[in-house]
């Protein structure tokens, strides 16, 4: 069965409770941070009343360390409540996935690959490029992962003008008609039907215990409404899974060089 779904347009009770799951993570990162930075805060104290020698030192930094990974997973329900802070510029899409393709964990081997299928001279975006990267990168490791035996994942780009009905911005009067569609897909194994219907949710993941943080698709999820754009997901058990992300273009520009 294939199943498909269009993150920002399934209908106005799904909208609404991926709404409503924003403001509960934006609530929760909030009250989770002051927490965090009381306990960051006196463990910091502490150490410093303490001898260099002093063994309880150890112990206090070890506090501290695990304060710096609870304030990530703080951010990463920022970033999904559409909060995160982004710093915008006019991008290039080929180029951010040039980029994006040198990070080292897609480092290519026998077993995987990945094909690039990129239009030339598409339309600028407005974005924060370092942050795409990321989610790009996220999605190129998920499609690895799907693929436990090898193969191959497909990255595209491609400029697309929508009819109003297609469009799933939550903005759509601030998007215009022209869009940038960027694709990554696999051949893997897909999602079964249970897991489709959450996996833009944060703290779902479908990876093996340890692999994945579920935090990699809802990331996606909230850096596309911070960019008026949405996701759309579409998968079929046993024969892989497509990621499509839809973001604005700037009134048809080019970046400069």
């Known amino acids: 069965?294939?199943?498909?779904?269009?993150?920002?347009?399934?209908?106005?009770?799904?909208?609404?409770?991926?709404?409503?799951?924003?403001?509960?993570?934006?609530?929760?990162?909030?009250?989770?941070?002051?927490?965090?930075g009381a306990i960051e805060g006196y463990a910091t104290l502490a150490m410093g009343a303490l001898k260099a020698d002093d063994p309880v030192r150890a112990d206090l930094q070890e506090i501290r360390v695990s304060v710096a990974k609870a304030a990530a997973i703080g951010k990463h329900l920022t970033a999904f409540g559409g909060r995160q802070m982004l710093h915008k510029a006019l991008c290039d899409v080929n180029e951010l996935i040039a980029n994006t393709l040198k990070r080292a964990e897609l480092a290519q081997d026998e077993k995987y690959r990945i094909e690039e299928r990129l239009e030339p001279g598409l339309p600028g975006i407005m974005a924060d490029a370092a942050h795409f990267e990321q989610a790009l990168a996220g999605l190129l490791l998920n499609a690895r992962e799907a693929m436990p035996g090898g193969g191959t994942a497909v990255i595209s780009a491609s400029a697309r003008k929508l009819e109003a009905g297609e469009i799933g911005s939550p903005k759509p009067e601030e998007a215009g008609a022209l869009f940038v569609k960027i694709t990554v897909s696999d051949g893997g194994a897909?999602?079964?039907?249970?897991?489709?219907?959450?996996?833009?949710e944060p703290m779902f993941s479908t990876s093996k215990k340890g692999l994945g943080t579920g935090f990699g698709l809802a990331l996606l999820y909230g850096l596309a409404k911070q960019h008026n754009g949405w996701v759309e997901a579409k998968s079929e058990p046993g024969r892989g899974s497509e990621f499509s992300l839809y973001l604005p273009a700037v009134n048809g520009a080019k970046p400069a060089a």
């Open 1 to 36: 069965m294939n199943q498909q779904i269009k993150i920002e347009d399934k209908g106005l009770p799904e909208k609404k409770k991926m709404e409503a799951l924003g403001r509960l993570s934006c609530k929760v990162a909030h009250d989770f941070n002051n927490i965090l």
């Open 190 to 200: 897909g999602v079964s039907a249970e897991a489709f219907e959450h996996l833009f």
